[in-house]
C-alpha cells in the first residue's frame, strides 16, 4: 500500500524520520504539541470573548492564563469565567509543558541536528552529475569497476541530457 510504513524501523516517505515500531519521532510529536498550544490560545480567546471581554483583553488573559504569569485579571470574574480559567490552566500549562519538554528532547537527543544533516546531504547528492554508486566487491563489482565509461554520454551533449532527464532547463545551442 502506497505510504505504508513497514518493518521495526521504517521511514516516512514524507520526512525521512523513522518510526519505530509505530511510535511517531519526537519531531512530529512537537509539531503536534505546538499546534495544540496554539489550538489552546484560539479557544481561550473565543471563551473569553464569550464572557463579553474585548479581543485584546481576551487574548491577554489566555496569554497570562497559560504561561502562569498570572499578572492580573481583566475585570471580575464570575463562576463561569472561574470554571473556564481552571480548565484552561490544568490543559494549557500542561500543553506548554509538555511542549517544553519535547523541545528540549530533541535539542538533547540531537534530532535536529540530524534532519539538518540529512537535508544538507540530500542537496549535495542532488547536485552530483556523472557519479556512480558501487555497493560489494565481488566478482560482479569488480567488472562493473572495471567497465570504461563509454557507456555513459559524457561531454557537453551528455550533460544536457542527463541534466533534461532530471527536469532541468536546457538550452539546445548547436555549434
Known amino acids: 500500500m502506497p505510504g505504508e510504513l513497514r518493518g521495526p524501523r521504517a521511514t516516512s516517505p514524507r520526512s525521512g524520520v523513522g518510526n519505530v515500531r509505530g511510535v511517531t519521532s519526537s519531531l512530529s510529536r512537537l509539531r503536534l ?20 471581554l474585548s479581543f485584546v483583553d ?6 497570562t492564563t497559560v ?3 498570572g499578572f492580573r485579571e481583566v475585570g471580575d470574574f464570575g463562576t ?3 470554571v ?3 480548565f484552561l490552566i490544568v490543559i494549557g500549562v500542561g500543553l506548554v509543558l509538555y511542549t ?12 535536529l541536528r540530524e534532519i539538518m544533516g540529512r537535508r544538507r546531504m540530500d542537496r549535495t547528492i542532488a547536485r552530483m552529475d556523472q557519479h556512480v554508486v558501487l555497493c560489494g566487491w565481488g566478482r560482479v563489482g569488480r567488472a562493473v569497476a572495471r567497465r570504461p565509461r563509454r557507456c555513459r554520454p559524457t561531454g557537453r551533449r551528455g550533460r544536457q541530457r542527463r541534466r533534461a532527464a532530471r527536469g532541468h532547463r536546457v538550452r539546445d545551442r548547436a555549434r
Open 80 to 82: 463561569g469565567e472561574q
Open 58 to 63: 481576551a487574548v491577554y488573559q489566555t496569554v
Open 33 to 52: 504539541a505546538v499546534a495544540g498550544v496554539g489550538l489552546v490560545l484560539v479557544l481561550g480567546t473565543t471563551g473569553y470573548m464569550a464572557f463579553g
Open 100 to 111: 517544553f519538554t519535547l523541545t528540549v528532547q530533541v535539542v538533547v537527543e540531537g534530532q
Open 67 to 69: 504561561t502562569t504569569v
Open 84 to 86: 473556564f480559567t481552571i
